[in-house]
């Protein structure tokens, strides 16, 4: 997924180009196209996204959630709600692989110096306090620096339009397949590398067309300049024939067999795919369509808010761990994690609703070190101050199934709440959190079906 990602932003990181840009005609001067004609009863919607979560790219007017309210399906380039299990399926050891089968370890046919070695666990706790699997932010926030995150939503567009469809009860779907997306864009890399006709960068002009100015063009709707930029810093035609101009003849087709099947679409691809002869307006245009752009005025806030305060109900099924020795409800199935984490750990985004539950094991071998139960009590204690982000709002000592730990509930500085039972084994440490924009792990009936694990 931080591959896709990576190859989906490609298009607006552009920074310089190699000769002035001149734009001789205005042709697609904004983000949100209606599609008309061929007999159709209600009009469907296009818009050109970034896949950010910056403030730059929320300029959205009443005009986009009038959009997405009169649609029967809500699309993007993918679907999200086959993510989870697509990442799992293509890319298995990268960060992320499915659960196998439950929760048990896999041992390593490879033994080292180390492996017989015991080191103490307060760096683990602390680890497991205050870290996510990266997966979660590629999934949910996209957000990659404490320097930007005042200036950022709580999601990047792509997955708030998601948001916006599901809590509004909106079929969702994709116009890509993830499997044939990933194969074209790793070939599109490959042939990029083998061809020989690739150009020369040139920095010359950057300071007319740097990163602001790229931004204020999508600001402004003005898809002409976007489209001049990346073909003047384009440096391999191949690349662009797969990465670019085949996936939009994809998209292109996916969209007009959506509306053909009797569904109004309102469907959300990378801006990138929209402007050009060989870009998705045109070719809906040589289908027959009418696509005109639709006027972005002030942003609308107050649609915005609805939004936010919505829930999509969700239902909880039970993950058991490997040896049984415990079982957990969640709404979704947990993936494992592989970020290189010195503990054992899972995690289920639930994206419709912008929250994550983790599920962390942490081998202690406490007894090894004479330290009992208490002993590792007071060391969780005197480490979460420090640890768990934010502010901390209560603490409780509990007990389920004979084992003590702590019920936590902390504010993060961007406001989210989150939830976290600690539980201490002979052996081991558990760690069940939860988390999710504002009060969400707070309020409601998720946080208590969210946490009702039991031990055997």
């Not at 899972?346 to 539950?357: E, P, R, T, V």
Request: one cysteine or more; a neutral charge; aromatic letters at 14%.
């Amino acid at each position: 997924m931080k591959r896709f990602i990576l190859f989906l932003t490609l298009f607006f990181a552009v920074f310089s180009v190699s000769a002035q840009v001149k734009i001789k005609e205005k042709k697609y001067q904004s983000l949100l196209w209606e599609i008309t004609g061929k007999g159709l009863q209600k009009p469907s919607y296009l818009i050109g996204t970034m896949h950010v979560s910056s403030k730059m790219a929320f300029h959205l007017p009443d005009s986009f959630y009038i959009a997405i309210r009169s649609a029967g399906v809500v699309a993007l380039e993918t679907n999200p709600e086959t993510w989870q299990e697509d990442m799992n399926k293509y890319e298995f050891g990268n960060g992320y692989s499915p659960l196998i089968p439950g929760m048990g370890n896999t041992p390593s046919d490879y033994l080292s110096i180390n492996t017989l070695k015991f080191f103490p666990y307060e760096n683990k706790i602390e680890k497991a306090l205050y870290s996510n699997p990266s997966t979660i932010n590629n999934l949910l926030y996209r957000t990659y620096g404490n320097g930007s995150a005042d200036f950022e939503e709580d999601t990047y567009l792509d997955m708030y339009i998601y948001q916006c469809g599901r809590k509004w009860g909106k079929k969702v779907t994709g116009v890509e397949n993830y499997g044939e997306s990933m194969k074209l864009m790793s070939e599109a890399y490959r042939d990029g590398a083998r061809d020989k006709n690739k150009k020369e960068k040139s920095y010359e002009g950057s300071e007319d067309y740097s990163g602001e100015k790229l931004q204020e063009a999508y600001r402004n709707g003005n898809l002409d300049l976007l489209d001049s930029i990346n073909k003047y810093n384009s440096e391999s035609a191949a690349f662009d024939e797969k990465f670019l101009y085949k996936r939009n003849e994809i998209q292109a087709n996916s969209i007009d067999s959506i509306i053909r099947s009797g569904s109004n679409l309102f469907v959300g691809v990378g801006a990138a795919h929209l402007p050009g002869n060989r870009g998705v307006i045109e070719m809906l245009r040589r289908k027959g369509y009418t696509l005109r752009p639709v006027k972005m005025g002030e942003r609308d806030s107050r649609d915005k808010e609805i939004v936010d305060k919505i829930r999509v109900p969700v239902n909880f099924h039970t993950e058991s761990a490997d040896d049984g020795f415990f079982k957990v409800d969640v709404p979704g199935k947990l993936y494992k994690n592989n970020d290189g984490q010195s503990m054992d750990q899972w995690q289920y985004a639930d994206m419709a609703n912008g929250s994550y539950y983790v599920v962390s094991r942490l081998m202690t071998n406490a007894w090894l070190f004479s330290h009992d139960e208490q002993k590792v009590l007071f060391k969780i204690d005197s480490l979460l101050y420090e640890n768990v982000p934010g502010k901390i709002l209560s603490k409780t000592a509990i007990t389920k199934n004979g084992y003590k730990g702590f019920d936590i509930m902390n504010r993060t500085r961007r406001g989210d709440v989150q939830r976290y039972q600690i539980f201490v084994t002979p052996f081991e440490i558990l760690f069940f959190k939860m988390s999710g924009n504002g009060d969400y792990a707070k309020s409601g009936t998720e946080p208590e079906k969210g946490f009702s694990a039991a031990f055997n």
